[in-house]
């Protein structure tokens, strides 16, 4: 069965520092998908990035970056120049397959709680 | 583009009545997903419609919860005879099928709070 640890429980910086957001994850499967979502303190699960098993190209998309290293087994994200919007839990998942349908469902880790100050 | 929306936002009950929480999934979406997350918890997985079939349950959803998605838009889940351990924040998903993978956005969530 697929696993996901965030070991960081919680992280609290100053803003304008860089942060990185740790996840490893256990899996059989040859082919898999990787996500990271954000849930402020709305609760909302606003979805960030998703990335494929084949594909261990970092990625850039403004202050946030991830580091996807299938030898580690970890998808880990960092923000950069962090900033107070930034505040809130960060959830790393990964798909397992639906039987039946053609889609996957998510296995989330228990997420990581970041706290940017002013 | 509407997002997916959940009703009630917020639902307070006492031990053993009946709750419902409806589910609007993004207007072209065809796969909806229903997840429980209790606190300091991540999500997890409770069942899976592709229109108005589900087609996999997991087995934390108990004789207790139904969940249906009549006609292959919104969705209903239910649950009969509320358990304190039921209190949790329960979050609908939907995705459109376009090859692996999926996409899911998320509902802003029911919470529920059993007393």
């Known amino acids: 069965a697929q696993k996901v640890t965030q070991a960081q429980t919680e992280i609290s910086v100053v803003e304008k520092e860089d942060v990185t957001l740790d996840c490893v994850y256990e899996?059989?499967?040859?082919?898999?998908?990787l996500f990271w979502y954000k849930q402020p303190p709305s609760g909302e699960l606003v979805f960030l990035i998703r990335r494929n098993s084949f594909d261990e190209q970092n990625e850039i998309s403004g202050r946030y970056s991830w580091n996807f290293q299938k030898s580690t087994s970890s998808f880990n994200f960092t923000i950069t120049a962090s900033q107070v919007v930034d505040s809130a839990v960060y959830f790393c998942a990964l798909s397992e397959p639906i039987t039946q349908g053609g889609s996957e469902k998510l296995v989330f880790g228990k997420g990581t709680k970041l706290t940017v100050n002013p | 583009d509407t997002g997916v929306s959940q009703d009630p936002r917020h639902k307070i009950t006492k031990r053993g009545q009946n709750v419902t929480f409806r589910c609007d999934p993004i207007s072209e979406h065809n796969r909806l997903y229903w997840y429980r997350q209790t606190l300091g918890q991540g999500p997890e997985f409770l069942t899976y419609?592709?229109?108005?079939?589900?087609?996999?349950k997991s087995r934390l959803l108990s004789d207790r919860f139904s969940a249906e998605r009549p006609k292959g838009s919104f969705s209903t889940l239910e649950i009969q005879r509320t358990e304190q351990g039921d209190s949790a924040m329960y979050l609908c998903?939907?995705?459109?099928?376009?090859?692996?993978?999926?996409?899911?956005?998320f509902g802003p969530g029911t919470r529920l709070t059993v007393l």
């Open positions: 998903a939907s995705s459109f099928e376009q090859g692996l993978p999926d996409t899911q956005y």
């Open positions: 419609f592709q229109n108005e079939a589900q087609l996999e």
């Open positions: 899996t059989r499967d040859t082919t898999y998908y």
